[in-house]
């Protein structure tokens, strides 16, 4: 087996049929855009293909006839990758991560609530990561004081969704919002009115 095959095989991009590719007789041809320029004879489809100086791509296989669209090839793999990047993740918002050790300074432990009600406010879940370096990992309740300080700072504006658990040297916790806040732009709009 070629490298190149092997390569393709266990790629996580999916696999279009192009040009050549295509078997079926009709297809069901659109433009770059999407607009649907009819029902025609693959060999008609090709030749337009040709004529444009574009790629004919099989985007929905099963359907009859499989639907073709008309594009540069390139341009259409873009296009697929940029939907994935804008499709939103499952679960809710993002998950933000916050990283800390056990005997942070108090400015540090201030910063970093302050962007922990950031996201939090955002509408995002955020995980405590607490690191035990070296002999600390024999004192978790020092984690655990420090899950329960950002709790009673973080009242009203979340709730511990996931108690604390140490994992060899890490602790964690996810604090999750407790109602969907405002935004900047919803405070903005109802300050006008």
């Given at each position: ?119 939090l ?14 002999r ?28 604390p658990?140490l ?27």
């Amino acid at each position: 087996m070629s490298k190149r095959y092997q390569k393709r095989r266990y790629s996580r991009e999916p696999y279009y049929k192009t040009n050549w590719a295509i078997r079926a007789q009709e297809v069901r041809l659109l433009d770059a855009k999407g607009k649907q320029i009819g029902v025609l004879s693959i060999e008609k489809a090709r030749e337009m293909a040709r004529e444009q100086e574009l790629d004919l791509i099989e985007i929905v296989e099963k359907a009859k006839p499989p639907v073709v669209k008309l594009i540069k090839f390139s341009k259409f793999k873009y296009l697929e990758k940029k939907k994935l990047k804008a499709k939103p993740k499952k679960g809710g918002g993002n998950l933000k991560e916050i990283r800390l050790t056990p005997f942070i300074g108090q400015k540090d432990l201030e910063i970093r609530l302050k962007r922990m009600k950031k996201f939090l406010t955002a509408g995002h879940k955020v995980k405590v990561s607490i690191k035990f370096i070296g002999r600390q990992v024999t004192k978790p309740e020092f984690g655990r004081k420090l899950v329960e300080r950002f709790q009673e700072e973080l009242e009203g504006i979340a709730i511990l969704e996931i108690n604390p658990k140490l994992v060899h040297k890490r602790m964690y916790a996810t604090f999750a919002p407790t109602k969907k806040t405002k935004t900047n732009k919803d405070e903005k709009s109802t300050q006008k009115t």
